[in-house]
């Protein structure tokens, strides 16, 4: 999870897989790295290791299309320490993505303020891509401070799918990147099944 390969651009590779190149997003310590850890690894680690700088991890997943075939997708996933402020280096970071998921925790409802921030960022950089908002940390229900209901405010507001994890249980996480790349390859198909002019 440390290499560095060039970011490449979405495509359909030479055995007719599909690559996507997805950002996980917010505010430092809300999960995103163990979320990534849980999707790839299924693992957890309760201590908190900050990321610095950028990390990835990639995962294929096989997406039943509407059309009935099944298509093999490539998630390339990378993965950016929220204390990374700078923001020509998050915008650098942001580029290319064909898919973002944008992470607050339940517990500090200041990473769900800071929500549209990295949406907005998000969105300006990669206009055309899509959205997932990720509720996570829900296994701590005792603390939890932030309820569903603003959760799927965002939801409308951003017009992104809504789901609450949990990277420690692995409560829908798996979902949250299958479903991503579901939405991502059904838009790639759409856009190749257009008449050309
Ligand atoms: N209980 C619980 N703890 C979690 C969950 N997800 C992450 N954590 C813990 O929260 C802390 C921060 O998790 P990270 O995955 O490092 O957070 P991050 O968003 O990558 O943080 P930065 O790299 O600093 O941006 C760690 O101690 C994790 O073990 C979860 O779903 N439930
Ligand atoms: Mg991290």
Known sequence: MSARPSPSDDDEDDTGSFKFRVVLLGEEGVGKTSLLRRF????FDPEYKQTIGTT?????????????????????????GGQDTYKELRRRFMRGAAGAVIVYDVTRPETFMAMNNWFEAFRST???ADVIICA????LEDQRMVPIEPGLMLRDWFQAEYYETSAKTG?????VFARLAEIMLEKKLSKYAEPRM
């Open 56 to 80: 990835f991890a990639s995962k294929s997943v096989s997406v039943r299309c509407k059309d009935g075939y099944t298509r093999t997708v490539n998630l390339v996933i990378w993965d950016m």
């Open 136 to 139: 996570n940390k829900i296994d």
């Open 171 to 175: 409560h829908l996480v798996a979902d």
């Open 126 to 128: 990669c206009p055309g």
């Open 40 to 43: 790839t690894e299924n693992s």
